[in-house]
T-cell receptor, first 110, second 109 residues
Framework: SQTIHQWPATLVQPVGSPLSLECTVE??????LYWYRQAAGRGLQLLFY??????ISSEVPQNLSASRPQDRQFILSSKKLLLSDSGFYLC?????????FGQGTRLTVV | TQLLEQSPQFLSIQEGENLTVYCNSS?????LQWYRQEPGEGPVLLVT?????EVKKLKRLTFQFGDARKDSSLHITAAQPGDTGLYLC?????????FGTGTSLTVIP
């Protein structure tokens, strides 16, 4: 079964600083990969998904971007963070009809 | 963006009571999943349903997929404090998974 590694677990960044969150997947090849953001106690908002290397689809236009430089690596980035970028970010991969998640990154922009 | 609405948003019940959580959408999904999430962790898959009208049971949890594959319900019998958490439904269509708005359940001992 697949394992999803996501880091860091927590991050505090000043407004205007850059961001790079990394996600790697083990135990599967050519997975669909996803980045979600979650407000406290609420559902997940799909930000980006990727069906292959270099293939990124954006669901919601915002201050973030994603890249997939390798088959099992998915990176979420920003050039300049905003206060509104604070939240809980989750990386996921899917096989068939099911999605599996990393442990998440709690980002606080101050 | 597909939208899945869950109800209720918050639920606080006594241990031993029964409850039902609903997940509704105007879109048809090829599959629907239910997840449970603990604070500060990623969601964990509970069940996947793929056939309209399908019913699956997982111990005290019963999941049903609507006939039109647009909605689902989660019923918990004799709730226990260990059932406390955020319950999320998710609809799969093509390469995307869209998540519901979430139901925060608290079971009081």
């Amino acid at each position: 079964s697949q394992t999803i590694h996501q880091w860091p677990a927590t991050l505090v960044q000043p407004v205007g600083s850059p961001l790079s969150l990394e996600c790697t997947v083990e135990g599967t090849s050519n997975p669909n990969l996803y980045w979600y953001r979650q407000a406290a106690g609420r559902g997940l908002q799909l930000l980006f998904y990727s069906v292959g290397i270099g293939q990124i689809s954006s669901e919601v236009p915002q201050n973030l971007s994603a890249s997939r430089p390798q088959d099992r690596q998915f990176i979420l980035s920003s050039k300049k963070l905003l206060l509104s970028d604070s939240g809980f970010y989750l990386c996921a991969c899917s096989e068939n009809t099911e999605a599996f998640f990393g442990q998440g990154t709690r980002l606080t922009v101050v | 963006t597909q939208l899945l609405e869950q109800s209720p948003q918050f639920l606080s019940i006594q241990e031993g009571e029964n409850l039902t959580v609903y997940c509704n959408s105007s879109s048809v999904f090829s599959s629907l999943q239910w997840y449970r999430q603990e604070p500060g962790e990623g969601p964990v898959l509970l069940v996947t349903v793929v056939t309209g009208g399908e019913v699956k049971k997982l111990k005290r949890l019963t999941f049903q997929f609507g006939d039109a594959r647009k909605d689902s319900s989660l019923h918990i019998t004799a709730a226990q404090p260990g059932d406390t958490g955020l319950y999320l439904c998710a609809g799969g269509t093509g390469n995307q998974f869209y998540f519901g708005t979430g139901t925060s359940l608290t079971v009081i001992p």
